[in-house]
Nanobody
């Protein structure tokens, strides 16, 4: 069984940067597309970005495009979410998730329903 563990969250100021990590533990495979989602208080969990299992393709929501970047280091079983120019509206619990089924090397998944393994989340708070 695979477990995903996020880390790197914290309290920062507007304009600061953070890098979140998502480490896969257990019976891991490098052929898992990964997505990042976030959930603010009182709101639904929303898509942030995703990366194909090959790392060749990334896709972002309009709200973070140009500020956030996803990368992966399969030797470390880790996917990263680099967040730059943070805004107060980025405040949320951030979750990583993995698609365990077969996928093409360039596929990415923006829908929550495509993911079957989730981490516990890490809090990001951006003060104004």
């Amino acid at each position: 069984q695979v477990q995903l563990v996020e880390s790197g969250g914290g309290l920062v100021q507007t304009g600061d940067s953070l890098r979140l990590s998502c480490v896969a533990r257990g019976r891991t495979s490098t052929r898992n597309p990964v997505g990042w989602f976030r959930q603010a208080p009182g709101k639904e969990r929303e898509f942030v970005g995703a990366i194909s299992w090959s790392g060749s393709t990334t896709y972002y929501s309009d709200s973070v495009k140009g500020r956030f970047a996803i990368s992966r280091d399969d030797a470390k079983n880790t996917v990263y979410l680099q967040m730059n120019s943070l805004k107060p509206e980025d405040t949320a619990v951030y979750y990583c998730a993995a698609v365990r089924g077969p996928a093409s090397p360039t596929s990415y998944y923006p829908n929550r329903s495509d993911y079957d393994t989730w981490g516990q989340g890490t809090q990001v708070t951006v003060s104004s």
